[in-house]
């Protein structure tokens, strides 16, 4: 079972960047997709960006197009996401999934999870 772990959350302001990290263990993860989602209060999850373990191919939210960057480090077994130009909107929990492939086409069907980690923009 794949298990993931995310870091990097924080308070910061509107307009600062954040680099989140998710440690990825248990297993091989060439056949994977890992992938970033967050939820904010009162909001249903929101999909924000995807990547192909094995060739690195990337996927991203409209809303976060140009924003936000994901990137992988196979030696490491840990995927990031790099958040710029963070705006009070972008505060909610962030949370790292992983899955089959097709899940970042369907942007759905991820089957594990991390914890989450809380992100904080304050105007």
Same mark, same amino acid.
């Given at each position: 079972?794949?298990?993931?772990?995310?870091?990097?959350?924080?308070?910061?302001?509107?307009?600062?960047?954040?680099?989140?990290?998710?440690?990825?263990?248990?297993?091989?993860?060439?056949?994977?997709?890992?992938?970033?989602?967050?939820?904010?209060?009162? +909001?249903?999850?929101?999909?924000?960006?995807?990547?192909?373990?094995?060739?690195?191919?990337?996927?991203?939210?409209?809303?976060? +197009?140009?924003?936000?960057?994901?990137?992988?480090? +196979?030696?490491?077994?840990?995927?990031?996401?790099?958040?710029?130009?963070?705006?009070?909107?972008?505060?909610?929990?962030?949370?790292?999934?992983?899955?089959?492939?097709?899940?970042?086409?369907?942007?759905?069907?991820?089957?594990?999870?991390?914890?989450?980690?809380?992100?904080?923009?304050?105007?």
């Amino acid at each position: 079972q794949v298990h993931l772990v995310e870091s990097g959350g924080g308070l910061v302001q509107a307009g600062d960047s954040l680099r989140l990290s998710c440690a990825a263990s248990g297993g091989t993860f060439d056949d994977y997709g890992m992938a970033w989602l967050r939820q904010a209060p009162g +909001k249903e999850r929101e999909f924000l960006s995807g990547i192909t373990w094995e060739i690195g191919s990337t996927f991203y939210a409209d809303s976060v +197009k140009g924003r936000f960057t994901i990137s992988r480090d +196979k030696t490491n077994n840990t995927v990031y996401l790099q958040m710029n130009s963070l705006n009070p909107d972008d505060t909610a929990v962030y949370y790292c999934a992983a899955g089959p492939r097709r899940a970042l086409v369907l942007r759905a069907g991820f089957t594990d999870w991390g914890q989450g980690t809380q992100v904080t923009v304050s105007a």
